[in-house]
């Protein structure tokens, strides 16, 4: 038994040093310019939970379906509540929209990635009346 808490401590050295200077992040997001609606920002959340907004319109869905075309090129469906469907593929990393009104898809260019910074909100001391 000793032996193997001397061989542990090296290994929680490494990971209480590392996971401190990891960064920390609350989603991921995709800019992209699309022809029908110009500025158009994916965001990607934990739980499955994306994300799509333009102008003052904000739509979103729940989790992706991923699956390849007949020769292979895997890609992935986001379908939002609106009827609107984006479409990635990640091997040559193509964004593609198709309307909910529409059948044809249309290409859209990425126009930066991000990541969202994680907000730190401060903490209630109960001290203060939270209601007024």
Known sequence: ????????????????????????????????????????????????????????????????HKDHTQSGVRYQTYSFRNGDDVVYFPENERWFIIYADQKKPERCRVEESFTYPVVSLPRYSGKEDALS
């Open 1 to 64: 038994m000793q032996k193997l808490k001397m061989s542990l401590s090296p290994v929680l050295l490494f990971i209480s040093l590392v996971f401190p200077f990891s960064a920390a992040y609350a989603g991921e997001a995709v800019r992209l310019d699309c022809l029908t609606r110009q500025n158009v920002l994916i965001s990607f959340f934990k739980y499955h939970l994306t994300t799509m907004q333009w102008g003052k319109h904000f739509q979103i869905a729940s989790g992706a």
